[in-house]
């Protein structure tokens, strides 16, 4: 790549660029969740899918299931949490 692209081996130098992060901001516990899969496992069985409160960063639920991008799964495990949780469903931000 140094010889085909000198700019473009600078480029993806690994301290040419700095990640910058933003501050994570939340109202409070339970305001935000961040949910996703998880695939690395899916080869041996077990894929993975989570929620994590964004204000706390406490793990909320992690769940091995036979697929995790099915949707239906998915809505059962977040819906359930809520159940759980004795919270309500709110879409407003």
Known sequence: MRA????GFLAHEPTAKKIK????VS????HEWSADGHDKLTAIGFPIWGVRD???????GLW???NNRFRFAIAYLYLKLIA????VFCTIH
């Open 4 to 7: 085909q692209d000198p700019d």
């Open 21 to 24: 992060r933003g501050v994570l």
């Open 54 to 60: 964004k204000w706390s960063g406490r793990w909320l």
């Open 64 to 66: 091995v299931i036979p």
């Open 84 to 87: 759980e949780l004795e919270g």
């Open 27 to 30: 109202l409070g516990p339970h």
